[in-house]
Nanobody
Framework: QVQLVESGGGLVQAGGSLRLSCVAPGSIFSINAMGWYRQAPGKQRELVAAISTGGGRINYGDSVKGRFTISRDNGKNTVYLQMNSLKPEDTAVYYC????????????????WGQGTQVTVSS
C-alpha cells in the first residue's frame, strides 16, 4: 500500500509559523499532483493547497491565501506547506494527498493519502 508520510505538525502560538513536509514513494510522486487538505473537529475536509506535477499550477483555499505556500522538490519526492501568520482557526489535522490529475486533487478525489499531522494554534 502506498504511503504518504507527513511531518512537521505541532503546537504554535497565533502569528507563528510551521512547515509541513510530505514524502511519497518516487513512483507516485513523479506522476502525481500533490495537495494538502485539513479537517477540523466537526467540520468538513477542505482543500488547503494544491500543486501540479511539474509545479506550474498552484491553488490555495481562500482562507489561507497570502499566508501559506505550497512547493515541491521533485528530487526529494517531497511536498511542503509553509504556514505563516497562523491563526487559531487553522487548527486541524492536515493531510497530504496525491492524485493522477490536478483536477482530481482540486475535486477531493485523491488516490493516495497520508495519515495526517495535527496542527494546533493557540490564541
Amino acid at each position: 500500500q502506498v504511503q504518504l508520510v507527513e511531518s512537521g505538525g505541532g503546537l504554535v502560538q497565533a502569528g507563528g509559523s510551521l512547515r509541513l513536509s510530505c514524502v511519497a514513494p518516487g513512483s507516485i510522486f513523479s506522476i502525481n499532483a500533490m495537495g494538502w487538505y485539513r479537517q477540523a473537529p466537526g467540520k468538513q475536509r477542505e482543500l488547503v493547497a494544491a500543486i501540479s506535477t511539474g509545479g506550474g499550477r498552484i491553488n490555495y483555499g481562500d482562507s489561507v491565501k497570502g499566508r501559506f505556500t505550497i512547493s515541491r522538490d521533485n528530487g526529494k519526492n517531497t511536498v511542503y506547506l509553509q504556514m505563516n501568520s497562523l491563526k487559531p482557526e487553522d487548527t486541524a489535522v492536515y493531510y497530504c494527498a496525491a492524485a493522477l490529475s490536478y483536477v482530481a486533487i482540486l475535486a477531493d478525489r485523491a488516490g493516495y493519502w497520508g495519515q495526517g499531522t495535527q496542527v494546533t494554534v493557540s490564541s
